[in-house]
Every structure is written in structure tokens, then in C-alpha cells.
């Protein structure tokens, strides 16, 4: 069966060679991270920190580096889960395999928590400022927890049934938190802590909630689960762990799970917040100084083994990478029984995960029609974008299963290709302009307001998409040079955007004015104006990230030859994107060079890490 606890599952993959013991002294500030960074990228081993400087505790890192590891640390489970979300989706299949789907329903049991009065997690006591003080970018505003288990319940229906478990930003040191006292509690919209946070509210209460770190492995993969809402995420960590949740409780307390390597237990007050912030985070920049709530620490537990697990946070791909394709493998195959209609949805995790979505659906309302149109693929993308955290998405790029049957979203040079293929900019656009994006993106026009876009594009191939860049290609002055990103997908090197929050700049509108009535952009019905063309263009990734992540659909998307119809906006030459660098955008996160230097060291020849980074 799956690990019950930390220990275990660090002993066995030592055993078995997926773990490195690192014994030199490493420093959490920025050291830790950084290595933790590089040997992500070189699909390495989890690493066990035993020596790292002033910390009381042993630091578990890359637990979930690799797409394999992962997979390996759930291999009891894994195929538990998979029967009962093929019974959820063809209840028929349990008939042509019985003695499997027979199986199913004994995984279910382990759904349920029990509760137990011993709990080695409770068995020692610490403060805050004896947690280890990772801090993983140069400019973060101190140290937070990077894989916390936050718990809490609904404030009118306690209990398990009404319990959210979800990973939020929770601040150790650093700003104007009293020392040992206070954490800050970083959630976004659209989080199941909102909705009892809310209650809380409304009732003149104080929130309670419990903060854990480590334990089952189980725990932390069910704390970043999309779960539909009202189901435990306890519950979820009992079916890929394997075994019912252990938990104990606290007189005046949640209850805690007995496993866990640490909790921090304490209460959110009403209309209570502080600065929080700024932190690296996964979009690749900094996310800035905002007022969030925090929590009144009343106490914080460890067992006597507690080792402390961590990540970073950064440009994708990182770790959490890892999470998402697990994810995916899992619950991939539900999305067409949320959404009628849906094949496919890929939320693409180079960009940033919620700026880019790709899906595909069907699109059978005029089976009969000569030319098909996009109808139903826009009652589709309306019901994705009202689906829990897909509704922050900015970019919805939707095709017709119809049109292309062995098309897949995660083919994303395939997709891309089919889109631009077949979109009708004149149509095809659909805006929804002054609604929520995610918290942490500063393209908007302000703290989780922003744009979105619905591209669906359907019917027949309408242009042949260029490779290379035209020969005589002509250019305001201050635009150039530029590069092939995609067939049909151009990247424009621009000057250095003045543009203010919420305005259109006059520079892209001359762009475009420019462009009219010439041949510049055959080939290439997207254009990406860009602070370096050559970047864009280098990578598949960065081209992703560049783009969609530094633009926002209201105020950032320009065409040649743009025209309104009624309110329906549209353009008859190339779609124009400015992903440059605005004014009031976040900063991008850079890696410390001396920091990396001494990194760089560990690799040599007699070096703990030589043949991994």
C-alpha cells in the first residue's frame, strides 16, 4: 500500500537509488532553492539536506522532480483511482471487466478518515522562526512555506464532508509580521478557503485553520487537486495514499492529521490583513506586495522525525510541473463528463498554467450546414470558462473535434498550427472585458481583474501558414527584426512600451495602420510584438510564456485592418498581440549569479552532485 508518512517514503526511494543525501552545509537563503532548481532541470533525484545551514530539521526537496517518481510513489494506488474514474464515466465497463471493477469499490473505503488519539505529529513543540527560512528569489519578501497543507472547514458545517485542504502562500518571516506569531495566508480567487473564509465573515467569526507540512505524500498531491467543490481533499489523499487518513483532534482545535512531519495551528480573524509578498512565483515573476489576511499562531507541532519538505516556485517548468501532468493522467479523463461537449481542455503549464488554455470539442449543432462555424464550440468555452479554476483563464483556444479527429491538445505545435489554419479574426474573436483573471497576473488591469479572449475557430483550412521570415519585409521605424515562432505565428521585436494601465499604445496602432493594404504578413496571421524576437522565437516554451503571459486580451490585442461591428470587434489582416514588458508589470524573476556560481561547484568532479547537474 501507498506511504503513510514522510519517513517512509524517503527510506525507500534511498533504497531503491531515487534519492541523494547532501551532508555539505547549503544555505536556505537562495542556495537551497537554487540547487533544488538545477536539479529539477536535470531530472535528478530528490535530495535529503541533513546539514543545511541553521536549520533544526532535514530538508526534503524534488520529491516530485520527475513525471516517473511521481508516478513510482503512487504505483500502489494508482490504478485504484483509475477504475473507479472508468466507472464514473462508462458504468457499462464493469460489466466486460468484473473481477477489476469489483476492485473499486474496496479503494472507496479508504475515503473515509479515521480518527485516532495517537499522533506522533504532535509530539514535540516549536515556534516559526525554528522552521527552516527558505527564501528562494533574491528579491522575495522572506521566507514562506512552499508545500503547505492548509486546512480548514465550513464555519456552519464543520466536519470532514465540508472541509477544504489547498496549498496557499503562508509567510514565516519578513514585512510586519510579529515574529513567531503571525503568518501570512496568500490565497487567491476562486480558492475553497474563500468560500469559509467567507462564511466566517458573514457569521462575525474568526476562521480557524491548520497549516501542514509533509506527512503522507498523498496529502500534498490532494492539496493542489481541482476537486470539484464540496469533496474532501482528505478523502482524495485516503484514495491515492492508499489507506484511510489517520487524524487526530485538539480540544478548540481542527483536527490534524497524526502523520503529518509539522501544523501550525491557529485563526484567521475578520477583516484582519497585512502586507504579504513580494515572492517568486509560477508565472515567472514576482508577485508584489498586496494586504492579504494572516494567522494568529496560537501553536506549531512536529514529530520527533519531522523533516521538511520544499519546493521552488518559478518559471515553468518546475516541480509542480510534475504535479500537473500526474494530474492530468488522472482526472483527464473526466473533463468530457463536466463539460458536454468537451474532449479535450489542456491548461498549458509553460504559460503559466491559467493564461493559456487549449481544448477541443464537438461542434454538432448544423450537422447539416455546407461550411461549418463555430456554434456550439462557444456554448462549450462558456461552460469551461464557469468551471472552478479554469474560469481564470485569459487565453481559450477552442477547435472542432469534427475537423480534425487525431488532433490533441497537447500536440500544442499541432494545435497551434490547425487554429491558425482556420481562424477568421473577422469572427472568431470573443471578449469578455472586464472580469477576473488569476492573482498573480499583473498583465490586467489590476489586482485579479483583467480580460479574456475565446478563439473557436471550425470549418475548413482558409490559408497556407508561412516558415520563414519575407524576404523584403517592411517595418515601421523602431519595429525589427523579426522571427518565426510557428507556422503562421511571427514574433516582432518592438521599442520599449510607455503604455499606461488599461490603454491602448499609439505605437501598435501606427503598426498596424502601416501594414494595410500591404503583403507584409502572408503567411502569418499572428503577430507577437515582443522586447526580443530572437527569445520569443528561440523555444516552443518561451514563445508560450512571452506571449501569454505578458499580454491582456482588452487592451493588448491589435489587428491589421480592425473594424467593429455592433459591439463585435474583429480585423481583416494579421491579429496583433503586444507581449512586451509593460510599465506596470511584475518584475521577471533572475537567478543570483554568485549563488549560481557556488551551485555550479557542486557539480565538479568529487562533487556531491557531479553527474546530476
Known amino acids: 500500500m501507498g506511504y503513510r508518512n514522510l519517513q517512509e517514503c524517503v527510506a525507500d526511494l534511498e533504497r531503491r537509488g531515487m534519492l541523494r543525501r547532501i551532508e555539505i552545509p547549503l544555505d536556505p537563503n537562495l542556495e537551497i532553492g537554487a540547487l533544488q532548481r538545477r536539479v529539477y532541470r536535470a531530472g535528478g533525484p530528490a535530495l535529503l539536506l541533513t546539514n543545511a545551514v541553521g536549520c533544526h530539521f532535514p530538508l526534503l526537496g524534488n520529491l516530485f522532480g520527475t513525471l516517473e517518481r511521481t508516478r513510482f510513489i503512487f ?12 466507472l464514473k464515466i462508462n458504468p457499462f465497463s464493469a460489466l466486460k471487466n468484473p473481477l477489476e471493477a469489483i476492485k473499486a469499490p474496496f479503494a472507496a473505503l479508504n475515503l473515509l478518515p479515521r480518527l485516532t488519539a495517537s499522533a506522533p505529529s504532535l509530539d514535540c513543540r516549536t515556534t516559526l522562526s525554528q522552521l527552516p527560512q527558505i527564501i528562494s528569489w533574491p528579491k522575495d519578501g522572506g521566507a514562506f512555506v512552499t508545500l503547505p497543507q492548509v486546512y480548514s472547514e465550513s464555519p456552519s458545517q464543520p466536519g470532514f464532508g465540508k472541509s477544504n485542504l489547498g496549498m496557499y502562500r503562508v509567510q514565516l518571516s519578513g514585512n510586519q509580521y510579529q515574529t513567531d506569531r503571525q503568518a501570512g495566508l496568500h490565497y487567491q480567487i ?45 478523502s482524495f489523499a485516503g484514495l491515492l495514499g492508499g489507506h484511510r487518513i489517520a ?10 492529521p497524526a502523520e503529518a512531519d509539522f501544523c501550525i495551528c491557529g ?13 517568486g512565483d509560477h508565472l515567472g515573476y514576482y508577485s508584489l506586495t498586496h494586504e492579504f489576511p494572516f494567522i494568529e499562531v496560537e501553536a506549531v507541532y512536529h514529530r520527533r522525525d519531522a523533516i521538511f519538505p520544499f519546493t521552488t516556485v518559478g518559471r515553468p517548468p518546475q516541480e509542480d510541473t510534475s504535479f500537473g501532468a500526474f494530474i492530468h493522467e488522472l482526472t483527464g479523463p473526466l473533463i468530457p463528463t463536466v463539460v458536454p461537449g468537451v474532449k479535450e481542455v489542456h491548461a498549458v503549464d509553460a504559460a503559466g498554467v491559467h493564461p493559456l488554455l487549449l481544448a477541443i470539442a464537438s461542434e454538432r449543432y448544423v450537422p447539416y450546414a455546407v461550411v461549418r462555424e463555430p456554434q456550439e464550440l462557444l456554448t462549450v468555452a462558456n461552460a469551461i470558462l464557469g468551471q472552478g479554476q479554469l474560469s481564470l483563464a ?43 483573471i488569476d492573482t498573480l497576473d499583473y498583465s490586467g488591469s489590476g489586482l485579479n481583474q483583467g480580460s479574456k479572449v475565446v ?5 475548413p483550412v482558409l490559408r497556407t501558414l508561412a516558415t520563414e521570415v519575407p524576404s523584403a519585409l ?14 503562421g505565428a511571427l514574433a516582432v521585436q518592438g521599442p520599449p512600451s510607455q503604455q499606461g494601465r488599461g490603454d491602448s499604445d499609439p505605437a501598435v496602432e501606427e503598426f498596424c495602420r502601416f501594414h494595410v493594404g500591404r503583403n507584409t504578413f502572408d503567411g502569418f496571421p499572428l503577430v507577437v510584438l515582443c522586447d526580443d524576437s530572437s527569445f520569443t522565437a528561440a523555444t516552443l516554451n518561451n514563445f508560450l510564456w512571452v506571449t501569454f503571459t505578458r499580454s491582456n486580451p482588452a487592451t493588448d490585442i491589435y489587428g491589421v485592418a480592425a473594424e467593429t461591428s455592433g459591439r463585435h470587434w474583429g480585423c481583416r489582416g494579421a491579429l496583433v498581440i503586444d507581449a512586451r514588458i509593460k510599465p506596470f508589470h511584475a518584475p521577471v524573476l533572475e537567478d543570483d549569479p554568485e549563488v549560481e556560481r557556488r551551485i555550479d561547484a557542486l557539480g565538479v568532479k568529487g562533487g556531491p552532485l557531479h553527474g546530476i547537474i
Open 190 to 234: 476562486h480558492r475553497g478557503i474563500g468560500g469559509h473564509h467567507a462564511e466566517a465573515i458573514a457569521r462575525g467569526d474568526a476562521l480557524r485553520v491548520n497549516v501542514f507540512i509533509g506527512g503522507a505524500p498523498a496529502m500534498t498531491v490532494a492539496a493542489v487537486m481541482p476537486l470539484p467543490e464540496g469533496m474532501s481533499e482528505i
Open 394 to 436: 485569459k487565453y481559450l483556444l477552442i477547435a472542432a473535434d469534427e475537423d480534425a479527429p487525431g488532433l490533441h491538445t497537447h500536440d500544442i505545435p499541432a494545435f497551434f498550427r490547425h487554429i491558425l489554419e482556420r481562424a477568421d479574426w473577422r469572427s472568431n474573436l470573443h471578449f469578455q472585458t472586464a472580469t477576473t
Open 455 to 459: 478563439i473557436a475557430a471550425a470549418g
Open 247 to 256: 487524524m487526530t483532534r485538539l480540544p478548540g482545535q481542527l483536527p490534524v
Open 75 to 86: 504505483r500502489d494506488t494508482v490504478d485504484d483511482i483509475r477504475r473507479l474514474v472508468d
Open 474 to 487: 517592411e517595418m515601421p521605424s523602431g519595429f525589427g527584426p523579426a522571427a518565426v515562432c510557428l507556422p
Open 267 to 279: 485563526v484567521v480573524h475578520t477583516g484582519k490583513t497585512l502586507p504579504e509578498g513580494p515572492f
